[in-house]
């Protein structure tokens, strides 16, 4: 039976920092838009306290988890046990993108995840950490979830990112991570947000009036159509 509580145990502290793959979720503020599910891995994930964990983003071909964090904050994570006792937990909380060069970024890097990406090479791949205050967990009993072994990581991405050259990576991130899908800017340095919420102010317009162009259009058909079915029956 699931339950829920505000702080994380010391038992779920030592279980999460066990799991190899974890999910993010956000979405979009509002009823609209597209809500996305990402899963993450590379040892990037680390409890701070019974309220408090941050993760290690790595470079994409999309932004859609900072974009929404940047609207609206909301993110939720969740875990499940592919090896022992069965078990679920989601964390329900708010986050915060901080990008290399700001102080809280070098801050948690150094302290939290220099032993493994203070290689020149393998720091490519990192964008972002996301500083995620959490307010709720929630746990079930995982029993439909599948027994999985682990294998490896898998390299490709950071190897990738090494044999890129600055401008490379600069250019590409200003073509895939200007803007979610529905055209929420990321704000990530070297993009051009500007731009892209002027592109979603355009399409929210083009949204709104082709409804009601529609029908305007089918109103002005069904007027045409029944002046003459009026005049047809007029004697000649």
């Not at 044999?163 to 895939?176: F, I, L, P, V």
């Not at 979603?200 to 409804?211: C, D, F, G």
Request: charged share 25%.
């Amino acid at each position: 039976m699931g339950s829920f509580r505000s702080a994380l145990t010391d038992s779920d502290r030592a279980w999460i920092a066990k799991q190899k793959v974890y999910f993010v979720a956000t979405a979009p503020q509002g009823k609209g838009g597209h809500v996305n599910s990402s899963p993450k891995g590379y040892d990037s994930l680390r409890v701070l306290d019974s309220n408090r964990i941050v993760l290690l983003d790595g470079r994409g071909s999309g932004c859609e988890t900072i974009a929404h964090l940047r609207e609206n904050g909301r993110i939720t994570l969740m875990l499940c046990a592919f090896e022992g006792a069965p078990r679920i937990m989601r964390l329900f909380g708010r986050g915060t993108v901080y990008e290399p060069g700001s102080a809280q970024f070098d801050s948690l890097f150094a302290e939290h995840f220099a032993d493994g990406w203070r290689d020149p090479g393998r720091f490519k791949f990192v964008r972002s950490i996301i500083d995620v205050q959490v307010e709720l967990i929630g746990q079930s009993c995982g029993f439909a979830v599948p027994f999985m072994d682990f294998r490896a990581e898998r390299e490709t991405l950071v190897s990738h990112h090494k044999g890129k050259s600055d401008e490379a990576r600069m250019r590409s991130r200003a073509e895939n991570n200007t803007a979610s899908i529905d055209g929420i800017p990321s704000f990530l340095d070297g993009t051009d947000s500007g731009a892209a919420l002027a592109k979603r102010r355009a399409a929210s317009i083009v949204n709104t009036a082709l409804p009601w162009a529609g029908g305007a259009a089918l109103g002005a058909v069904l007027a045409m159509a029944a002046v003459r079915g009026a005049f047809k029956w007029l004697p000649a």
